[in-house]
């Protein structure tokens, strides 16, 4: 079975600083897909960026990029630049890669770090 | 931009009552998931739902539970018989055909079993 830990259950930045969330997985799957989810306080969960295991480069969207470790199955977020909106829950979560119609396709969560950016 | 949306935002209700919860997904996709949070605790799948059946369901999603998309539109997740351990947030997800992975979240619905 697949598992996501996040360590960090809280964290602060200030304003226009660089942040780090780590996000460690446990899995055989050799083809499957990581996720950076932020929850907005009330708002509903987006998704910030994923990243496909089969490729070796580290997924970049914007101010936010990953650092995939494969081999130490390691997926941790870096938020540049922080803002107030970035203020949220951050969610790593895992989905095995699975070709077939129908398939479902399911998360698998860890247990979030709450980031709280200061002006 | 379209969104998937969830009534009510909180439920409560006594212990032995059925709930159901509402969603209705983005229009165009085919894919329908129920997650839950316990508070403190890690979101959870419970059920995926394609092509009119249900795809693949979790050990927490037993008879009491059950998922209906009765016109097209709506989405539901039945309680049968409300348990206090199902007190959770409930969220809905759906995604579109094809290879995409994106799910789209609901805001949730805060379910209290008293």
């Known amino acids: 079975a697949q598992t996501v830990t996040q360590s960090q259950p809280e964290m602060s930045v200030q304003e226009a600083e660089t942040v780090t969330l780590s996000c460690t997985y446990d899995?055989?799957?050799?083809?499957?897909?990581l996720f950076w989810y932020k929850q907005p306080p009330s708002r509903q969960m987006i998704l910030v960026i994923r990243?496909?295991?089969?490729k070796q480069q580290n997924a970049t969207e914007n101010r936010f990029s990953v650092n995939f470790q494969k081999a130490a199955k390691s997926f941790s977020l870096k938020i540049s630049d922080s803002q107030l909106g970035d203020t949220a829950m951050y969610f790593c979560?895992?989905?095995?890669?699975?070709?077939?119609?129908?398939?479902?396709?399911?998360?698998?969560w860890g247990l979030g770090t709450s980031l709280a950016v200061n002006p | 931009e379209p969104e998937v949306t969830q009534t009510p935002s909180h439920q409560v209700t006594q212990m032995g009552q059925e709930v159901i919860l509402r969603c209705v997904p983005i229009s165009n996709h085919l894919y329908f998931y129920w997650y839950r949070q316990i508070l403190g605790q890690k979101v959870e799948f419970l059920v995926s739902f394609y092509n009119n059946e249900i795809s693949e369901k979790s050990e927490i999603f037993d008879d009491q539970f059950s998922v209906e998309r009765p016109d097209g539109s709506n989405f539901t997740l039945k309680i049968r018989s409300t348990k206090l351990e199902d007190s959770a947030m409930y969220f809905c997800?759906?995604?579109?055909?094809?290879?995409?992975?994106?799910?789209?979240f609901g805001p949730g619905t805060r379910l209290t079993v008293t």
């Open positions: 899995t055989s799957e050799n083809n499957y897909y």
């Open positions: 997800a759906s995604r579109e055909a094809g290879a995409t992975e994106e799910q789209y």
């Open positions: 990243q496909e295991a089969y």
């Open positions: 979560a895992f989905m095995k890669a699975t070709w077939y119609a129908g398939n479902n396709r399911k998360l698998i």
